[in-house]
Structure formats: structure tokens, C-alpha cells
């Protein structure tokens, strides 16, 4: 009996994981979409997407004091 007692109360606790879990998953989409536009409006403020770095010189980078 003692076997079973501990096998339902770790799936209890397996169970209350994996409900956080989702919700948290969840949770995590919902904000994602808004961070999905703040990216694409960042973008949109005069930048170029990914792609080639132009060549800006050799006096572009300096030395770190």
C-alpha cells in the first residue's frame, strides 16, 4: 500500500508540474505576439533587416583605451 501512496502523490506532483508548465507556456505566446510587434516596429525605424554589413572603412572600429 505504501508503494501506491507514493506512486499517486508523484503523479499528483507530476501533474501540478506539468499544469505550470503549460500555463506558463501559454503565458510566454501571449506575451510574445506583443513582443513580436515591438520587434517589427523597431525594425521599421529606418534600419535594414539582416543581410551584409556595408563596408564602413578600416577607421570605423578603434582601439579600447
Known amino acids: 500500500m505504501f508503494a501506491y ?6 503523479h499528483a506532483q507530476l501533474v501540478r508540474e506539468a499544469a505550470a508548465q503549460r500555463l506558463t507556456h ?4 501571449a506575451v510574445g505576439s506583443a513582443r513580436g510587434l515591438r520587434r517589427l516596429g523597431r ?10 554589413v556595408g563596408d564602413g ?8 583605451a
Open 5 to 10: 501512496e507514493l506512486h499517486r502523490m508523484n
Open 26 to 29: 501559454e503565458a510566454a505566446e
Open 43 to 52: 525594425r521599421s525605424g529606418g534600419q535594414d533587416a539582416e543581410g551584409r
Open 57 to 64: 572603412g578600416r577607421g570605423r572600429f578603434v582601439r579600447a
